[in-house]
């Protein structure tokens, strides 16, 4: 088994200073006792090193075993935690260490940033259509004002009259095609918020509640996912804030 240079020079170094005692012993500079001493101190400070390296060692391997900060976007690791976004590069870990939360295998969040990603452009391609039918909407509303605009000029000759005439409701285009699609679109969109809040609010009671119990991994569970349905929900933040200040998740 080969050395390192480290190893070698402090090989050397220890060679060099049994030499060294021994033609001190021979040469009467030294005695016994001394020398005996002498090497008791550098067997502590031997000790005082492999402990010291214990502890490097020891310290490496725990900030190993919590993982390292990501998102998950990298393919260079094992396991990922959606709770507290941390990546793990050994193997094995399928619960998170700093909070708790099942892990999920990079596989499985390459699938998932693959999916977000063809949502997020799907969320584009609506955005986009609602902006062609709206600027096609103010188009329909241009040419429907230009055909009913009143000529104020012809108030001046106005004469009134004792019939009084019924009033005439707006004339909205229902049966515009463009109309109807925007109509729904809103409809859907304003379902889908609605749903997302209750789930969030729902969420953010069950957090509380596990709060108050000191469940707080639990809680950091229930606040993330309640999180992932309404992401401007403000109280949601703070509540989790102060649940991972438990956890100690600075």
């Known amino acids: 088994m080969g050395f390192s240079k480290d190893e070698a020079d402090d090989f050397l170094d220890k060679v060099d200073n049994v030499n060294q005692q021994i033609q001190d012993l021979l040469s009467g500079k030294v005695d016994v006792m001394e020398l005996d001493k002498a090497e008791k101190e550098m067997q502590e400070k031997d000790r005082l090193k492999r402990v010291a390296s214990d502890i490097k060692e020891r310290d490496a391997k725990a900030k190993f075993m919590k993982g390292r900060p990501g998102k998950g976007h990298r393919n260079d690791y094992k396991t990922f935690c959606r709770g507290c976004h941390t990546e793990y590069i050994m193997d094995g870990v399928t619960v998170c260490n700093n909070c708790g939360m099942e892990t999920i295998t ?112 639990t809680a950091n569970k229930h606040y993330t996912e309640g999180l992932e349905h309404k992401r401007d929900y403000l109280q949601m933040y703070t509540n989790r804030a102060l649940c991972r200040l438990k956890l100690e998740l600075w």
């Open 106 to 217: 990079v596989e499985e969040r390459m699938t998932e940033l693959r999916a977000k990603l063809e949502e997020h452009k799907n969320q584009l391609g609506t955005k986009k259509t609602r902006r062609a039918k709206w600027e096609n909407w103010k188009k329909t509303q241009e040419m429907f004002y230009k055909k009913t605009s009143t000529n104020y000029n012809k108030w001046d000759m106005f004469e009134s009259s004792e019939e009084s005439e019924s009033e005439k409701e707006p004339i909205v285009p229902k049966d515009d095609p463009n109309f109807q699609a925007m109509e729904k679109d809103f409809e859907e969109r304003a379902a889908k918020r609605r749903a997302d809040y209750k789930i969030a609010e729902d969420e953010k009671v069950k957090g509380n509640e596990c709060m108050k119990k000191g469940l707080y991994r």
